[in-house]
Structure formats: structure tokens, C-alpha cells
């Protein structure tokens, strides 16, 4: 599905401590992510998808870098860098809190892991976060030290990930909550174990904290999951928009905030903490959105490859919005998009155009997601 050219491997790129295990099991297709490779095909997009629904799946995401803010001040800071009420969230629990700019833009849609008191880490989307948290800790003078820690994820995807997890790990894996996590040494690797990872299928995140032991960790959970039909994978767009799940940088950025693309349920404008672009979202609130972010479902023969450029999505031939992102999906025997819309455009049934190069697709907008997250 991916028309890639070839990439040339350098030191300029950063590798993550799973590489040599991705390349020694067949990855075939990598993009550039937070200044780092990400393996995102090894069959082909489709195959990859029907081998995790089968089975159990590795996903090497040690691209998914962490912001790590540690010291007196570190709750505070956090607070004043998203719109989340952060005060919620107790030690062990993860939040996905993003970070937006003064006019309440996006700059990075982190999920946030809260390790102690005063002790955090923001494992971020792609963006140079690291910077900008630096850049607000100096600036308004909180007390804390923030750095990039050798930590670096790997996720295990599939339904039969719990039965692998507990295999390795022990029992007490399967009682962890979604969304919570526990920090452990294993084998004398450390790591954080975490409920959660980037689709709605059953999974969970290993945290490694020791990049030297990147491909034993790696090929620990392989032979433990010979009798479990592992595969590799990595982020599938199928996934993806099946279960709404936003990219941050390819359904939305800095020029969209959360009340266009969903995520306004994680605003607390009512707290009496002050935050960055808390104004501005409060008058955001007040008028309304000027556009939103839909599901379509695209009419016609199953689409072979993903978009590599945004398409202008038409009424009546006039543009009124944008497409991100679209795939066929095995499971619906649907085509389906991401449609970014003019808010008076953004109801379900709207009967719309694609525009794909000399070609019009015909497609009606509906709600997301198609898939809810799979239970256990």
C-alpha cells in the first residue's frame, strides 16, 4: 500500500533500540519520526492488519520519544503546559493531556505517565516538544529539571497480547487497568508496563530503560509468542481510522484546536489554574468551531493506496473542506476517510466529493468511530 522510494539508513537519523529486530524480521517500508526511523510495513499494510487480528503483534515505537519533568515545581508546570486537569491523575496512572500554544493550537497530543509526585514523562507524537517544554520551564522560572530519558516504547498489539504478556511478565499483568501502568525489572530489564497503545485493538505498552537491551526484550516476548501466532507490525493506518484515532501532523496541527477535531471533552476552562491558550479557547468555546473532523465512508471498488497528499473535498463544486487521510477496511468492506469540513457541512449523511487527481470519489460524511476499543 506505501509507494516508497528507497531509504538510506545514516547516523543522522536516530535508530531505535528495536531496529536490529525489525530489520531481522522483515521490515520493508520506514518513514522519519521525532528525528528517528519508524518501521511501518513489513508484508504489506493489509496483510499486516489481518496478521494482528490473528494473533499477536510487536510494534517498535521507540519513536514515541519522553519529556521527563522531575522536581518541586513539575505538577505545576504540567498543568500550565495543557488544557487537561492533570490533579486528577494519581501516581501509576497515564492521562493524555496535549499541549497546545497561546491561540490554542496543537503543538504535540503527549499522553502523559505520572511515575511520582513530582516525577512525570510526556511520551510525545512527532514534534520537538523537548524544546519547548525547556523553553516555558526557563522562561516562566518553575523549579524543574527536564530532559530526555533513555526510555524508549515498544508496543504488544493483538488479542492474544494479554495471554502473551502474562506468559512472560506473570499473572498480575492482567489485572492492570487500562491506563495504568507499573514499573518493573524483568529479566534485569528494566521497564514501565502500561495498558494502553495507539489503536483500539487490546494492547499494551512496554516502556524499556535501557536501550542497550532493546533487542533482548524484543526477542524475549518473539519466542514467547511462537505458540501465540506472533508477527512483527507497527502503526497501521487501518487501525487507525477504523478506530478515530488522530495523527498528530497528519489529520491535525498547530492550526486546529480541540474543540474542531473532537477533544473538548479535555478542556476544563473551570479550573482555577491558568494554562497556555486558556483564553483563547474560552472564546472558542463561546462562538463555536469553524470546521470539524468527520468520518466518510468513500463509494466504489476497495481504494489500493493511502493518500500522500491532503484532497479538497467539494459541494456542489465548491471546496468546503479537506481529506487527511483514507484506506479501504477489511472488516467494514468499506472505504473510509478522515474528512476535515466547514462546520455547516459537518453532519452526518452529507452527500460530498473527493477530489483525487482526474477523478472525483464519491462519499457521504458519518460519525467516528467505526470500531470502539476491544475488550479483553
Not at 54 to 61: A, C, K, S
Not at 191 to 200: D, E, H, K, L
Not at 222 to 248: C, D, K, T
Request: charged content about 25%; aromatic content about 12%.
Amino acid at each position: 500500500m506505501y509507494n516508497t522510494a528507497k531509504v538510506v539508513f545514516s547516523p543522522r537519523v536516530r535508530k531505535s533500540p528495536f531496529f536490529q529486530s525489525t530489520m531481522k524480521y522483515g521490515a520493508k517500508a520506514f518513514t522519519v519520526y521525532n528525528h528517528m526511523y519508524l518501521p511501518v510495513s513489513f508484508e504489506n499494510t493489509i496483510a499486516d492488519y489481518n496478521n494482528l487480528l490473528q494473533g499477536v503483534q510487536l510494534w517498535d515505537v521507540g519513536v514515541e520519544r519522553q519529556v521527563q519533568i522531575k522536581g518541586p515545581d513539575a505538577t505545576s508546570l504540567i498543568q500550565f503546559l495543557t488544557p487537561r486537569n492533570i490533579k486528577k491523575c494519581s501516581v501509576g496512572q497515564a492521562m493524555y493531556a496535549p499541549l497546545l500554544d497561546f491561540q490554542g493550537g496543537f503543538l504535540n497530543d503527549p499522553v502523559m505517565l505520572k511515575l511520582a509526585e513530582d516525577f512525570y514523562w510526556l511520551s510525545i507524537a512527532d514534534g520537538d516538544s523537548l524544546l519547548w517544554v525547556e523553553a516555558i520551564a526557563k522562561g516562566y522560572n518553575f523549579n524543574v529539571e527536564v530532559e530526555e530519558p533513555d526510555v524508549s516504547p515498544l508496543q504488544v498489539q493483538g488479542p492474544n497480547s494479554a495471554k502473551l504478556m502474562t506468559k512472560v511478565f506473570g499473572e498480575w499483568v492482567d489485572d492492570l487497568g487500562f491506563y495504568r501502568f507499573k514499573e518493573v525489572t524483568h529479566n534485569g530489564i528494566p521497564m514501565v508496563i502500561a495498558r494502553m497503545g495507539y489503536s483500539r485493538e487490546l494492547c499494551y505498552e512496554i516502556f524499556l530503560q535501557d536501550y542497550s537491551k532493546g533487542n533482548e526484550l524484543w526477542e524475549m516476548l518473539w519466542q514467547a509468542g511462537q505458540e501465540l501466532n506472533i508477527s512483527p507490525g507497527g502503526p497501521n493506518i487501518i487501525f487507525r481510522l477504523e478506530g478515530g484515532i488522530l495523527s498528530y501532523l497528519a489529520d491535525f496541527d498547530r492550526t486546529n484546536n480541540p474543540y474542531e477535531v473532537g477533544l473538548d471533552w479535555m478542556i476544563d476552562l473551570d479550573q482555577e489554574d491558568d494554562f497556555i491558550g486558556k483564553e483563547a479557547l474560552r472564546e472558542i468555546s463561546q462562538r463555536g468551531p469553524t470546521k470539524k473532523l468527520m468520518g466518510a465512508e468513500i463509494k466504489g471498488d476497495p481504494i489500493k493506496n493511502s493518500n500522500e497528499d491532503y484532497l479538497p473535498v467539494l459541494i456542489d463544486g465548491k471546496r468546503v473542506g479537506t481529506m487527511t487521510a483514507m484506506v479501504f477496511s477489511p472488516r467494514l468492506q468499506k472505504n473510509i476517510a478522515y474528512v476535515f469540513l466547514k462546520i455547516e457541512h459537518a453532519k452526518v449523511g452529507q452527500e460530498i466529493l473527493i477530489s483525487n487527481l482526474d477523478q472525483s470519489l464519491e462519499a457521504v460524511v458519518v460519525d467516528l468511530p467505526w470500531f470502539e476499543r476491544a475488550k479483553k
